[in-house]
């Protein structure tokens, strides 16, 4: 059988290049006449992508990746409160599906899994955030591990991952075109390698990092909930810590909350409040749920491509298993959508 390190010598480029090609990368920046003659040499030379093999003599041609464990960082009760790391999930399935993979899924818990879980296993995709420990574990047991929606900070790691930091200063940088002074946030601190680390989530980091900048950094405008897990995220935590900023005798004139979850308990805060959705108080978020563009008023929030961020983790894991030695990190765009929870900024 005609393998990718053939096609790659034939056309004079790197075997994970050729593997991208074929896998209908978009990402991929290369000349349409390498793209060409990648294409031209494959099929010159009979060669079938994983995901596009024929049948022969009645059974499928074998995947490279014939088994892939599921490591999250969430339980299993967390993960379906959460619409994004449930498309997060559904996008390495949906993949997998393709490559006929055996999927093992191995949720949070306060020990790591066992290691006969990876045995046989062709790599690991590790779903969010997990501790040095943890990473150097995988490592160690397992063949190649691919981290989605977590950038461990390595260059030897293969990751995909969005810049929530760079999203969350664009909102800022909006929001005070929009002419919000007032900006309030509501998040959580960081907590892994069994410490919190106050103030340095990503959004948060940012949002204090801006907010210092400009000169406009007021504490009483940051509410942040202690977390042991993604659970510190949701509906409930929102409504109250938005409580606390409405409760303010200067209260924000916006809300940046660090996900969708949180928005729809401030928008209940707010209501209870007696205040209107943008009138009185805006409200932007993240991830961009399903449920977002039906809240009343819909919500203005920060598309991150939770199911891109899964596929690509296992098109790394492919490029690993077709002889890609060195570490690769990945960073999928986010997208500001702007709907009816706050003011847009003019067009300039």
């Known amino acids: 059988m005609v393998t990718i390190k053939e096609i790659a010598k034939s056309v004079g480029v790197s075997s994970a290049t050729v593997s991208r090609v074929l896998n209908y990368d978009p990402a991929l920046s290369i000349s349409?006449?390498?793209?060409?003659?990648?294409?031209?040499?494959?099929?010159?030379?009979?060669?079938?992508?994983?995901?596009?093999?024929?049948?022969?003599?009645?059974?499928?041609?074998?995947?490279?990746?014939?088994?892939?464990?599921?490591?999250?960082?969430?339980?299993?009760?967390?993960?379906?409160?959460?619409?994004?790391?449930?498309?997060?999930?559904?996008?390495?399935?949906?993949?997998?599906?393709?490559?006929?993979t055996e999927i093992v899924k191995v949720f949070h818990s306060d020990a790591l899994p066992e290691a006969s879980l990876l045995e046989g296993a062709s790599g690991v995709i590790v779903i969010g955030k997990h501790s040095d420990n943890e990473i150097a574990w995988l490592n160690e047991h397992a063949r190649h591990v691919v981290f989605a929606d977590f950038d461990p900070r390595s260059d030897r790691l293969d990751s995909v991952f969005s810049d929530v930091g760079l999203a969350t200063r664009k909102i800022l940088d909006a929001l005070k075109s929009s002419g919000y002074r007032r900006i309030g946030f509501i998040g959580s601190h960081e907590n892994l390698?069994?410490?919190?680390?106050?103030?340095?989530e990503r959004r948060c980091a940012a949002y204090i990092d801006w907010q210092t900048k400009n000169g406009t950094f007021a504490p009483e405008l940051l509410a942040l909930a202690d977390c042991s897990s993604g659970q510190s995220l949701r509906l409930d935590t929102g409504y109250r810590l938005a409580r606390e900023l409405l409760s303010l005798t200067d209260r924000p004139d916006v809300i940046v909350t660090s996900n969708d979850n949180m928005a729809i308990g401030t928008y209940r805060a707010i209501q209870e409040f007696g205040l209107s959705i943008p009138g009185d108080i805006g409200v932007i978020s993240f991830n961009d749920i399903p449920?977002?563009?039906?809240?009343?008023?819909?919500?203005?929030?920060?598309?991150?491509?939770?199911?891109?961020?899964?596929?690509?983790?296992?098109?790394?894991?492919?490029?690993?298993?077709?002889?890609?030695?060195?570490?690769?990190?990945?960073?999928?765009?986010?997208?500001?959508?702007?709907?009816?929870?706050?003011?847009?900024?003019?067009?300039?």
Request: hydrophobic share 35%.
């Open 291 to 348: 449920v977002a563009q039906f809240l009343t008023p819909s919500l203005t929030t920060v598309r991150i491509h939770g199911e891109h961020i899964g596929e690509t983790a296992v098109d790394l894991l492919l490029e690993r298993l077709s002889g890609r030695s060195y570490g690769k990190q990945v960073r999928i765009s986010t997208e500001l959508v702007w709907r009816d929870s706050c003011r847009k900024p003019l067009e300039s």
């Open 32 to 100: 349409p006449a390498k793209r060409q003659a990648i294409i031209e040499t494959a099929e010159a030379l009979n060669y079938e992508t994983p995901r596009n093999r024929n049948k022969t003599n009645g059974q499928a041609a074998p995947s490279l990746l014939t088994k892939l464990v599921i490591v999250h960082f969430l339980e299993p009760s967390d993960e379906i409160a959460d619409p994004y790391y449930v498309g997060v999930r559904l996008g390495i399935e949906s993949r997998c599906r393709d490559l006929r």
């Open 193 to 200: 390698n069994g410490a919190v680390q106050r103030f340095a």
